[in-house]
């Protein structure tokens, strides 16, 4: 959990980002994880749409590094 942790920034950070990103990984839908997550459709798309920036600004703006 350490390792996700890093890898995903701030996305881990806020607990209903990563709970969407869980749930996402999972195959659900995004009617399914509103559902699941008793929050709107509109709601998910925020959580969707701030976790997809943060990832990208981590994974293309070089903030991350691979170790062997």
Known sequence: ???????????????????????????????????????SDTTIKKYKSSARIKLQQYYLEGDWHVTS
Do not use: F, P, T
């Open 1 to 39: 959990d350490c390792l996700l942790s890093r890898g995903l920034g701030d996305v881990y950070k806020r607990q209903n980002e990563y709970q969407w990103l869980i749930y996402y990984l999972h195959g659900y839908k995004q009617y399914e994880i509103a559902k699941k997550m008793n929050v």
